[in-house]
């Protein structure tokens, strides 16, 4: 498996709080995504980025921001938690689109 | 705008019969397909995508470019080929990896 580690791996908040959630690899990937993984829609597009601080907005942006300082790190901010953003939120590496590696997954529940 | 169809969102077969997971796509120029498989509360996997025309775990798929589509196959479905299939379509040399919603194959038995 490329090495992708996502933290946490649970997380329960209060709505009204920022929230941050972190993708850390070790394969020297040029794009780093954020997805969410809903029922009934599959996984949707967060943000993404492809390079240091090079990131735009995919499908689901509202409500979130990222930040990729390092190439290794990539941080989904969800900057007053809602209820709507309860989901399991994934990060991915690619090189180049030739395929994109998922990372275990972060189980967010905002109550 | 790329996008992703999986028009099944559940498919059900008995073992040992075969199996066809529908993907088609909307893109303008020439994408890169691929399949992931992912088991229950597990991280996507990679199945198998276009260019390397490799078959993993008896599975393969084939672009069709006139019918915009990349169907997955199998020949005789096995109990644990069941999980959640999703289709994605890359572009831009990655710029953009998008997903389908997904298609929920169970085996029976």
């Known amino acids: 498996d490329a090495g992708i580690t996502q933290s946490p791996r649970h997380k329960v908040t209060e709505t009204g709080t920022p929230v941050t959630l972190r993708c850390h690899q070790t394969?020297?990937?040029?794009?780093m995504y954020w997805y969410r993984q809903d029922p009934g829609h599959g996984l949707r597009l967060i943000h993404y980025?492809?390079?240091?601080?090079?990131?735009d907005k995919g499908e689901v942006s509202d409500g979130y921001s990222v930040s990729r300082s390092k190439t290794e790190d990539f941080l989904l901010t969800l900057e007053s938690a809602t209820s709507s953003q309860t989901s399991v939120y994934f990060c991915?590496?690619?090189?180049?689109?030739?395929?994109?590696?998922f990372g275990q997954g972060t189980r967010l529940t905002v109550v | 705008a790329q996008r992703v169809t999986q028009p099944e969102k559940l498919l059900s077969v008995f073992k040992g019969a075969p199996v066809e997971l529908k993907c088609n796509y909307s893109?303008?120029?020439?994408?890169?397909l691929f399949w992931y498989v992912q088991y229950s509360r597990q991280r996507l996997q990679l199945l198998l995508r276009?260019?390397s025309r490799e078959s993993i775990k008896g599975f393969t798929a084939d672009l069709n470019k006139g019918e915009t589509s990349f169907h997955l196959k199998k020949p005789f479905a096995q109990e644990e080929d069941s999980a959640m299939y999703y289709c994605?379509?890359?572009?831009?040399?990655?710029?953009?990896?998008?997903f389908g919603p997904g298609t929920r194959l169970s085996v029976l038995p």
């Open positions: 991915a590496i690619s090189e180049s689109g030739r395929a994109a590696f």
């Open positions: 394969e020297n990937h040029r794009y």
């Open positions: 980025s492809y390079g240091v601080k090079d990131t």
């Open positions: 893109y303008s120029g020439s994408p890169e």
């Open positions: 276009h260019i």
């Open positions: 994605a379509l890359s572009t831009n040399y990655g710029q953009n990896f998008v």
